[in-house]
T-cell receptor
């Protein structure tokens, strides 16, 4: 069964450093998403992406964040200058059709900012 | 804005018994989708079941079923014949036409052997 994959599974970085989190969505999916979950809290939407453009973003997704689909398979989330409060689990998800389809999640990347 | 409320932080069930997890939501939209996701200790988000708001029939997936009450904006998950592997965090989620998911705070389910 196809699945969303994410790398790395765990990333440790120093405050102020840039990090790139990588995702490979399911191959025939067209809509991509990033969510994050701070430990012990609920999952929060960051951004959705379709046709090489951001479709929607939350207030969390400020200028420190960016997303990119650099090739036909990868979808990345970049945090330019990490802060302590960026420590969280970051989930990538994808769906075939935005309006009606289920979003399938990857296993997540745990980001620890020291 | 849509909100999803899971008021019970944790529940416990005896193995082989049935448990119901509650969820309510608030929306002014008529076309939307509801989901239950399971998050085991590995923290991966796994889809359990989904319900389309326009369908009156409650969704069922093996031992998992929902009680969808659209007028009451209630969407509970029933797990029958609970198994040890069902122990996890369960999140209720709402999605409207704009596609982003809005999650509740989650409920921790423990299964007693």
């Amino acid at each position: 069964e196809p699945e969303v994959t994410q790398t790395p599974s765990h990333q440790v970085t120093q405050m102020g450093q840039e990090v790139i989190l990588r995702c490979v969505p399911i191959s025939n999916h067209l809509y991509f998403y990033w969510y994050r979950q701070i430990l012990g809290q609920k999952v929060e939407f960051l951004v959705s992406f379709y046709n090489n453009e951001i479709s929607e973003k939350s207030e969390i997704f400020d200028d420190q964040f960016s997303v990119e689909r650099p090739d036909g398979s990868n979808f990345t989330l970049k945090i330019r200058s990490t802060k302590l409060e960026d420590s969280a689990m970051y989930f990538c998800a994808s769906s075939e059709i935005a309006r009606t389809d289920t979003q399938y999640f990857g296993p997540g990347t745990r980001l620890t900012v020291l | 804005a849509q909100t999803v409320t899971q008021s019970q932080p944790e529940m416990s069930v005896q193995e082989a018994e049935t448990v119901t997890l509650s969820c309510t939501y608030d929306t002014s939209e008529s076309d939307y989708y509801l989901f239950w996701y399971k998050q085991p200790p590995s923290r991966q988000m796994i889809l359990v079941i989904r319900q389309e708001a326009y369908k009156q029939q409650n969704a069922t997936e093996n031992r998992f079923s929902v009680n969808f009450q659209k007028a009451a904006k209630s969407f509970s998950l029933k797990i029958s014949d609970s198994q040890l592997g069902d122990a996890a965090m369960y999140f209720c989620a709402y999605r409207s036409a704009n596609s982003k998911l809005t999650f509740g705070k989650g409920i921790t389910l423990s299964v007693r052997p």
